[in-house]
């Protein structure tokens, strides 16, 4: 019996599941992360493969009949040299398929949807908006990273929390639930003499990704203070002008979103929602599960019942 074997290979983690034309979960598997922009490219290559070694421990493998890959940091693989020691990583694990590896946001838009034509927007610690045409991501809207763009992520949402607490001190304004907060994750006093310096030396003195750690204060203080609802305001509307930019003037076609920045419980995605009423808005619960769905649209060459639709 043919099975396909579907991976979402992300930072922290790596996560691949097998099926069979039913969509039936037949084996799944964990791995560390395999994102080859974060992690040695040997380390990447490796997870996956013990990723999906522990997905078909109990299938044979001459059976397994394609593999996608839904990989963050899958443009690495454009390197020749990588590419190859994916290859041969793959090889000396035992199996014959050659991985087919998209990116973790077209993974991320199948999971949601069956449509094939769409926009999936992605807010974690970066944000970018993708144009999905035949399941595939054509052009991008924003990504530009932390140091150009990211509007919207919570690395934005952390540094404008930042500012807005180096501007209560600087203006001796009274500080409220999110500028505390902020100051307290950073360790500094508020009492202490020029607290504002201090901020800007603990801030300035870490990796810049690290101001995503503030993010999450706007979300808890958003219901009591106003600075933290203006900014979770901006981060909506900014997200929404990325995903609008990846589509048609009149594009009816889903809008799916993912990334931690709009989870279940984030005041973003209700924003969001609340401004794209009457959009086809949905989430993306599982790559893995995308993954899976594309790899057997591949694998057996007919319709396959969408995992949303999997008893």
């Not at 290559?45 to 013990?50: G, L, N, T």
């Not at 204060?217 to 106003?226: F, I, N, R, T």
């Not at 279940?264 to 929602?273: E, K, L, T």
């Amino acid at each position: 019996m043919m099975y396909v074997v579907g991976v979402d290979a992300g930072g922290t983690s790596t996560r691949a599941c097998a099926v069979d034309a039913g969509m039936r979960v037949l084996g799944t598997g964990r791995a560390g992360g395999a994102n080859p922009n974060s992690h040695p490219p040997e380390k990447a290559a490796s997870a996956i493969a013990e990723a999906v070694a522990a997905a078909t421990i109990d299938l044979d493998r001459a059976e397994l009949g394609e593999c996608v890959v839904g990989m963050a940091g899958s443009s690495k693989l454009t390197d020749p040299a990588v590419a190859s020691l994916f290859e041969r990583t793959w090889r000396e694990a035992g199996f014959d398929v050659t991985p087919h590896v998209v990116s973790d946001a077209e993974t991320a838009f199948a999971s949601a949807t069956d449509a094939p034509d769409g926009t999936v927007l992605v807010a974690g610690t970066g944000s970018i908006a993708g144009r999905i045409r035949d399941r595939q991501m054509v052009s991008v809207s924003g990504g530009y990273g932390w140091l150009l763009g990211d509007e919207g992520s919570g690395f934005w949402i952390g540094r404008e929390a930042v500012r807005a607490t180096l501007d209560a001190l600087t203006r001796g304004d009274p500080l409220g639930e999110l500028t505390s907060s902020v100051l307290s994750e950073a360790g500094v006093d508020p009492a202490a003499p020029r607290a504002f310096h201090l901020l800007i030396t603990v801030v300035n003195g870490e990796p810049p990704v690290q101001l995503a750690r503030f993010a999450p204060l706007v979300s808890a203080a958003v219901e009591s203070d106003p600075v933290a609802a203006r900014i979770a305001d901006d981060a909506a509307d900014r997200l929404i002008d990325i995903a609008l930019a990846a589509r048609d003037s009149d594009e009816t076609t889903p809008i799916v979103l993912v990334g931690s920045v709009l989870g279940a419980a984030s005041p973003v995605r209700m924003r969001i929602h609340d401004r794209l009423r009457d959009r086809d808005v949905r989430e993306s619960k599982d790559g893995v599960l995308g993954a899976a769905w594309l790899a057997a649209l591949r694998g057996f060459g007919r319709r396959i019942p969408h995992p949303n639709r999997v008893g």
